[in-house]
């Protein structure tokens, strides 16, 4: 589903799997928590780097619970403010990780990322953004659309 603000006020609440915002400069960061789908692609978003760290924090405590994939292209990305105050690992060096997306398509994602879980014991990897797009806010939540498991061991510190 393609919204731009008049479709997404006629239609909220919102619950739909897939959700691509053509040009979002009018959603917050109050819209995106409330916004319940499975996968979100923002390629103009005017959220800060301080607001994704409140939508991490919002995800982390059982927020968007049908999430599993997000993009966000951010003005001035800043990794270091986003993952402020986050508890979770960087997993580096770890091969090549294959996500299925909801159209059945394979995304292999870089051999580093970030590893966060929410309280209910949900994972998700955040990928380094010097591997992929730059100013590029990626987070693939477990398990992928094909019901497939985060496939480190969570045990494991690196």
């Given at each position: 589903?393609?919204?731009?603000?008049?479709?997404?006020?006629?239609?909220?609440?919102?619950?739909?799997?897939?959700?691509?915002l053509s040009n979002e400069s009018w959603m917050t960061i109050q819209n995106l928590?409330?916004?319940?789908?499975?996968?979100?692609?923002?390629?103009?978003?005017?959220?800060?780097?301080?607001?994704?760290?409140?939508?991490?924090?919002?995800?982390?405590?059982?927020?968007?619970?049908?999430?599993?994939?997000?993009?966000?292209?951010?003005?001035?990305?800043?990794?270091?403010?986003?993952?402020?105050?986050?508890?979770?690992?960087?997993?580096?060096?770890?091969?090549?990780?294959?996500?299925?997306?909801?159209?059945?398509?394979?995304?292999?994602?870089?051999?580093?990322?970030?590893?966060?879980?929410?309280?209910?014991?949900?994972?998700?990897?955040?990928?380094?953004?010097?591997?992929?797009?730059?100013?590029?806010?990626y987070l693939f939540i477990w398990p992928d659309y094909k019901g497939l498991p985060y496939p480190l061991d969570t045990?494991?510190?690196?």
């Amino acid at each position: 589903m393609i919204l731009n603000s008049m479709t997404f006020e006629e239609l909220y609440p919102l619950e739909t799997d897939y959700l691509h915002l053509s040009n979002e400069s009018w959603m917050t960061i109050q819209n995106l928590m409330e916004v319940d789908c499975g996968s979100l692609f923002m390629p103009k978003s005017r959220l800060t780097n301080e607001e994704v760290n409140l939508f991490l924090n919002h995800w982390m405590n059982g927020g968007n619970p049908k999430l599993r994939r997000i993009f966000l292209r951010l003005k001035h990305f800043d990794l270091d403010i986003i993952l402020n105050g986050i508890e979770g690992k960087w997993r580096k060096n770890h091969g090549s990780i294959s996500y299925n997306s909801f159209d059945g398509t394979e995304c292999k994602l870089p051999s580093s990322s970030f590893e966060i879980q929410r309280n209910d014991g949900t994972i998700a990897s955040i990928v380094s953004p010097e591997l992929f797009e730059r100013r590029g806010f990626y987070l693939f939540i477990w398990p992928d659309y094909k019901g497939l498991p985060y496939p480190l061991d969570t045990n494991h510190n690196e």
